[in-house]
């Protein structure tokens, strides 16, 4: 079961998923909200295709997956885990993720930011569905807690 | 034409750069020119920053900027001027080290911050983790002037050589971008104004100082006029002050204070003093039996009487405990050894005499009990002096000799003086006196042999005095003084002259 | 390799993302405040807690970040290789200094101690999308 906590996060906060290749080089891509198999324990990560080649490459080379996502109130987690595959999104997931892009571009609207720039970064939808299998989860808040391991499972 | 082929020779893109940045050269030199121009054209603190902070807003569009000074002593800084501010805020304060503005004072470093909310958002969630899961303790938050949602701020240093003068501070709402060029011409003017406001706080500080001097100089005269006025009043207090003083000591002491001879600090000798001691008999019945104010006026005049002998005769009165006396001869001022103790015994006596004329007199005031006095005098070395503590001071004379003077006086009968042999010794001559009993004393190994005065060797018969003769056939006691009906006496006399046989004619050789 | 152009991203005005990976090859992902601009050639990370990033770069020195410029939301990818720590220079000082004002206002100074200012050389800068 992934946590109660993390789920709000996961939703709408914005999230960089990367990987490693077998020599030590790492990657990583936006993602633009995520969805969640509580069943499986799995989450697929809601990526760009166009962006996303080189950390999806390290993926499929190696298996192992680092995800960071974070609420503007600095409210974020880590999750590892192996890759498990790529898909497409369904529809809910594709109105989850214009959701959360509308939101984002209203966040940096208000931070004085001006459109075109915030088009830039959740401008375009994603595409692409990269799974993978949760088997640890971190707290990253900044604070004293940051860094510890949050039990699951 | 010589422009076209400079044109195609250079890529044009270049070529635009390259003006660009000439255009912004020239333009920074202008700026800086009409900055230090204006900024120099006056010494008032204010005006200075504030034509700064103007300029400031139309060369670069800071909407939002502040100047403040540096207190070194305070270590802190002062918000000077403002511009663009609701609240001008001046004069609130930023310690050396707080803030964006603090830590530009501290480094003597320009800091440039973005992202100001985000980062001040992420202290907050670190701070109240901090305080949730640990027990460290934190400072107080602290309110700094400027915009509450400041996003991007520059703080400038404001130098003067190697002295940091004050901050000048930028601030913006939105996510702007102040860069390197700028940086460096803002740093320029900065340091202009520093040199200028410099200058205008020394001027600042010169007018205090002027003001200062005047204002000193104004109370100087002022004291000068008043000044002789004052010393008259002091002086006019002091001596009320001296003469209430002077009540409480012995003339003696007193004069000897006053004309420096008797230093008042805690200061004795072991000297040869005539020491005298006087006590009322029948007094403690008296403050049973009379109103408190009679008996306060009765004891006053007795005392009084008895102190202006001792004075005339030259005694320094120790003191008076109730209705005892305490009168030394011999310190201050000493007369001579034996002068002292004939002095010492004349007075006494006509206290003696003086006491008889009180009697009568309180008598006709309704106290009937007559009042009675013993006294004892005695030579011997004492202490003498002030004795102590350094705050209070009490000018009087201790040993064994005061003991034996105390002694004497206990023994001696109503109404008589009894003295000790080394004053016997030192007055026969002056004072006839008839021996008395040894008496043992403490502090004295050998038993004292006492003497009982009669009456001075020279003494006048005073008018007044007693006549008391015992001779066989007849006994005379006459007292002038108390003698009611001096015509009764004078025709008992006469009847007393008359039983007397005629005056004896003697043989006379006849040759 | 870095130009006037990328200054603003340098800035720390918008956060950067980071990946590093253990020797075993386990990625790690996180956001930092800044990425410090040393030169041309070279960033500078700000080292306070000795965390998993860290750790992760002390046992490889490889690091891929993302930068972002403020004003224009143009974002930058950074092969990163760790080169050198500094703890005494001007680049740690002024990273100290930013720490202090931040932490001060905040009523948190001395809780967040600058340990050192690790500087990397950078491999490859590509804007993004491209």
């Not at chain 2, 410099?198 to 000193?216: I, K, P, V």
């Not at chain 2, 006294?375 to 102590?388: K, L, P, S």
């Not at chain 2, 009764?488 to 006379?508: G, M, T, Y």
Request: hydrophobic share 40%.
């Amino acid at each position: 079961m992934i946590p109660e906590q993390t789920l709000e996060a996961l939703a709408n906060g914005f999230g960089h998923l990367g990987s490693a290749s077998a020599d030590l080089k790492t990657a990583h891509t936006d993602i633009l909200s995520a969805s969640v198999d509580q069943e499986n324990d799995t989450v697929t990560c809601f990526a760009l295709s166009f962006l996303a080649g080189p950390t999806l490459d390290n993926m499929k080379a190696t298996g192992r997956v680092s995800y960071f996502f974070g609420l503007m109130s600095h409210e974020a987690y880590q999750f590892k885990g192996q890759f498990i595959e790529t898909r497409e999104l369904t529809e809910s997931e594709l109105a989850q993720s214009e959701q959360f892009c509308k939101a984002i571009a209203e966040i940096l609207g208000s931070m004085g930011i001006a459109p075109e720039a915030t088009m830039k970064l959740v401008g375009t939808a994603p595409d692409l569905g990269i799974t993978f299998k949760v088997e640890n989860i971190f707290n990253q808040t900044p604070g004293p807690e940051a860094g510890q391991e949050l039990p699951f499972n | 034409m010589p422009n076209d082929a400079f044109a195609s020779a250079v890529d044009q893109t270049q070529f635009d750069g390259l003006t660009k940045r000439l255009e912004r050269k020239t333009k920074e030199v202008e700026i800086i020119q009409q900055v230090s121009s204006q900024i120099n054209t006056t010494l008032d603190l204010e005006k200075i920053a504030k034509t700064m902070l103007n300029l400031m807003d139309e060369f670069f569009g800071f909407q939002y900027a502040m100047i403040l000074l540096l207190d070194e002593e305070d270590e802190a800084l002062s918000v000077l001027a403002t511009h663009g501010y609701e609240d001008d805020g001046l004069g609130a304060k930023v310690k050396v080290g707080m803030g964006v503005i603090g830590m530009v004072a501290k480094r003597r470093k320009l800091m440039r911050m973005a992202n100001l909310g985000q980062q001040r958002a992420y202290m907050q969630t670190i701070r109240q983790q901090v305080t949730k899961t640990t027990d460290t303790e934190l400072e107080d938050e602290v309110s700094l002037p400027g915009l509450a949602d400041v996003e991007s701020q520059v703080a400038i240093p404001m130098m003067l050589e190697d002295e940091l003068v004050g901050v000048f501070s930028v601030e913006s709402l939105g996510v702007n971008i102040f860069d390197k060029g700028d940086e460096l011409l803002i740093g320029i003017l900065a340091n202009q104004a520093a040199i200028a406001l410099q200058h205008a706080r020394l001027f600042q500080r010169e007018q205090q100082r002027l003001e200062e001097l005047n204002e000193a100089h104004r109370e100087l005269a002022d004291l000068n006029a008043n000044l002789e006025q004052k010393v008259e009043e002091r002086t006019a207090e002091l001596l009320e002050l001296s003469a209430k003083l002077a009540k409480y000591f012995s003339p003696q002491v007193y004069d000897s204070i006053f004309s420096g001879k008797l230093d008042v600090t805690i200061q004795t000798q072991r000297k040869s003093l005539t020491v005298f001691f006087s006590d009322l008999q029948g007094f403690t019945e008296l403050t049973e039996r009379l109103e408190p104010e009679v008996l306060t006026e009765l004891l006053t005049h007795y005392l009084t009487e008895m102190s202006e002998v001792a004075i005339r005769w030259g005694g320094t009165i120790d003191k008076f405990i109730g209705d005892a006396i305490l009168v030394f001869f011999g310190d201050p001022v000493s007369k001579g050894n034996r002068e002292d103790a004939v002095a010492c015994v004349s007075m006494a006596v006509e206290m003696l005499e003086r006491l008889e004329s009180l009697r009568s007199f309180w008598r006709e005031r309704g106290v009937a009990r007559p009042l009675n006095v013993r006294i004892g005098i005695h030579t011997g070395v004492c202490t003498v002096g002030n004795f102590g503590s350094e705050d209070r001071l009490d000018y009087t004379v201790i040993g064994n000799g005061v003991n034996l003077a105390s002694r004497l006086e206990s023994n001696s009968d109503l109404n008589q003086i009894l003295i000790s042999e080394d004053t016997y010794l030192l007055v026969k001559q002056h004072v006839r006196c008839e021996q008395g009993e040894a008496i043992s004393v403490k502090g004295v190994s050998h038993p004292v042999q006492t003497y009982k005065v009669i009456e001075l060797v020279n003494a006048s018969p005073r008018k007044d005095t007693k006549l008391e003769e015992d001779i066989p056939g007849l006994s005379l006691a006459l007292d002038p003084f108390s003698l009611e009906d001096h015509d009764a006496a004078r025709q008992l006399l006469s009847a007393a002259l008359k039983r007397l046989k005629p005056k004896e004619k003697k043989s006379r050789d006849k040759k | 390799m870095i130009t006037e152009e990328h200054l603003p991203a340098l800035q720390g005005m918008f956060p950067s993302w980071i990946t590093t990976c253990s020797a075993a090859g386990e990625p790690n992902t996180t956001v930092i405040s800044q990425v410090w601009y040393v030169d041309e050639e070279h960033v500078a990370l700000s080292f306070q807690f000795f965390n998993k990033t860290k750790k992760n770069l002390v046992e490889n020195p490889n690091a891929f970040a993302t930068i972002v410029n403020p004003g224009t939301m143009a974002m930058y990818n950074l092969d990163l290789e760790f080169d050198h720590s500094e703890t005494d220079s001007e680049l740690f000082d002024d990273m100290d200094m930013k720490l202090e004002a931040i932490a001060s206002m905040s009523g948190m100074s001395g809780i967040f101690n600058l340990k050192a200012a690790d500087v990397y050389k950078v491999k490859s800068l590509k804007a993004l999308g491209s």
